[in-house]
């Protein structure tokens, strides 16, 4: 038997019957109209929030909505947080439905044009990325007569320590080099651009809470010497983020209210020409990976060669994460459950696997799970990140699994 990932807590130690948001998991399925079906709880992101909030005073709060960007999801978190953080036009476009483009940012290599001219003519921040970038974007502005809206994101020397994805300290397609960013800001602001901070991203998915806090403090010591070098004030420093959360067996959750401590030390020692600087946090995951559960049903139960297989009628179609084939090396089981029967002993060995013509469709690989019989309900948790809109939905021409948020 191989083991699974924790049962986030915000559904650890229910008994008997799954309930999500104070309902049980099959009422949503008929809410919903079929499976297979992502479930949101906005109560436990709001919790997340709330935590955030108490842990790291006076910072702002990003969400970079590439981890979920449902519309409905957006307008939930629009009130939550002081902006979001966008990877695309199409990010752009979205975001735009739920909060105001002066709280948006736009990161990401390879911007085109008429993806910097969408986001100056909105007035969101560029989070630029490069030289030609930066180029293009006034060039786009004075066409238009439009002030771009200009961050610098930084290639930082330092490396975010034990992230599951590294995003500094070593050639990057990601920012400019540190030693050419102040270089960047005096192009930007002696054009007449608006120059509007750093922006700085270590790494994702981190679990130690002495490793972020080092990183944090490293950014915090690199703006600094930056904006000196620069001769200019930044009025928003964002500080990246890389808060993970636990997916598999072993996995020890993140002491943000540590992390948090540790940052206000650093603060209270921040460069001078920082004082009046604001500072963000920019979350994907952290904020509603644990909120999530996606719900598919038992299709079929086989035997073969000894072994007992769970087909359920969603897999890595919309939930590629689970499958081992986002951003993992080694396959791991997330956390799985029999939604009827929470709680309930180990009865046997199975392998959950999905409805795609591929081996690759496994969800749970030789886990232990009450008995399961055509019809129940299997819930994979830890889907509230990097789901539906991280998998290849359109694999096999499965339908494309609901969505709810509720609560
Ligand atoms: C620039 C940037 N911001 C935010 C994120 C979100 O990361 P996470 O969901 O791990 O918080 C990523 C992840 O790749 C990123 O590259």
């Known amino acids: ?39 949101y ?23 970079a909505i590439k981890a979920n960007p449902l519309p409905l999801l957006l307008d939930a978190m629009a009130p939550l947080v002081d902006g979001f953080d966008v990877a695309s036009k199409g990010e752009l476009a979205t975001a735009l439905a739920s909060k105001p483009a002066a709280r948006i940012s ?33 060039a786009i502005g004075e066409r238009r007569g439009l002030t771009p809206r200009i961050a610098v994101r930084v290639n930082p020397e330092l490396e975010l320590r034990g992230s599951g994805m ?20 005096r192009v930007i602001r002696d054009a007449g651009a608006d120059w509007r901070g750093f922006h700085i991203y270590a790494g994702s998915q981190a679990l130690d809470a002495g490793a972020v806090a080092e990183a944090q403090a490293a950014t915090l010591a690199l703006a600094g010497r930056l904006a000196a070098e620069a001769g200019a004030m930044p009025p928003l420093v964002n500080l990246g983020g890389g808060f993970g959360v636990p997916y598999f067996a072993g996995d020890v959750p993140l002491d943000v209210e540590a992390v948090g401590e540790r940052l206000a030390e650093a603060m209270a020692g ?23 559960v996606y719900l598919t049903r038992v299709v079929d139960v086989k035997q073969s060669g000894g072994e007992t ?3 359920v009628d969603g897999g ?7 499958s081992g084939n986002f951003g993992t090396v080694v396959r791991r089981n997330y956390p799985l459950a029999h ?56 694999f096999l021409g499965h339908p494309p699994a609901r969505e709810m948020v509720v609560g």
């Open 41 to 63: 709880d906005r109560g436990l992101i709001a919790g997340q929030v709330a935590r955030f909030r108490a842990a790291f005073a006076d910072v702002d709060l990003h969400y």
């Open 166 to 185: 590294r995003m500094g300290g070593r050639p990057s397609p990601f920012g400019v080099d540190a030693v050419r960013a102040a270089a960047l800001v």
């Open 1 to 39: 038997m191989k083991p699974m990932g924790p049962v986030p807590v915000g559904f650890a130690g229910q008994q008997g019957t799954l309930t999500i948001a104070g309902k049980a998991a099959e009422a949503w399925v008929e809410a919903a109209g079929d499976t297979p079906l992502f479930v």
């Open 270 to 292: 921040r460069a001078d020409v920082l004082r009046e600087t604001r500072f963000a946090i920019e979350l994907g995951r952290w904020l509603v990976a644990e909120a999530g």
């Open 309 to 311: 297989f769970v087909v």
């Open 339 to 394: 939604a009827g029967a929470m709680g309930a002993d180990v009865i046997e060995e199975v392998s959950v696997v999905g409805p795609l013509c591929t081996p690759l469709d496994r969800l749970g690989d030789h886990v232990g799970l009450p008995r399961l019989s055509v019809g129940d309900l299997v819930a994979v948790f830890l889907a509230g990140a990097y789901g539906a809109s991280a998998s290849p939905a359109g």
């Open 106 to 138: 736009f990161a990401g290599p390879g911007k085109r044009d008429d993806e910097l001219a969408a986001a100056i003519e909105a007035g969101a921040t560029l989070n630029a990325e490069s030289e030609g970038e930066v180029a293009r974007a006034l």
């Open 316 to 322: 890595l179609n919309h939930q590629l994460a689970a």
